[in-house]
């Protein structure tokens, strides 16, 4: 089973997010293909694609999720929204899935609204998400060599992980006990300010 692009607990390169949309827009094209022909085929194809879509859905319109979608910035939050949106359209407009009537209308609808994702705009080395949590979980599981900062960056993984006010007002209790370019790399300010 596909899982969802976790955008708000790690990173995925351009190239990642690519090869997801294909994923979708080839598969929904080559069912199209053959839906008159090869009905029972298209339909399974068109079942795993719903599947999926479903698993990504689900996860795209949590709140938490979009809060932390929210306090990302530039490129990395375009590119992420624009592969959400594109998630949540396709979904929203599958009707009927398990009927042969609306087969095609569906399977061009997923490829349609995927489609229509900025693929230009996503550069294949570049990395998007949530640059700070990744940035957090591998210095302190990879560099245990400042216990000090490491307990720092264990509350900011807690935080990122579930994010609450109580979290937030714990790393708000500590952060000013730490060098600011130290932490920099660790710490979106954007969503911790989004809680206090």
Known sequence: MLEPLQFDLDTYTGL???ERLSYYV????????IHKTDKKRAMSILMELKNHLDI???YYTKLRFEKVLSSFENDNHDVINDY????????????RTNSYDHLGSNLYDISDYIGFVE???ICDNSVYGHLYCKMAKDKFYND???SRLSELLSLLIKFYSSPSKQKAEEIAKVINNY??????????????KRYL
Request: charged letters at 35%; proline letters at 4%.
């Open 16 to 18: 990642q997010i690519k």
């Open 26 to 33: 080839e598969n929904s094209k080559s069912a199209l293909k």
């Open 56 to 58: 990504e859905y689900k």
């Open 84 to 95: 959400v949106d594109g998630i949540k359209k396709a979904r929203a407009k599958l009707i």
């Open 119 to 121: 693929i230009d705009a």
């Open 144 to 146: 245990k060599s400042d």
């Open 179 to 192: 060098n600011p370019k130290v932490i920099q790399p660790y710490v979106n300010g954007r969503l911790i």
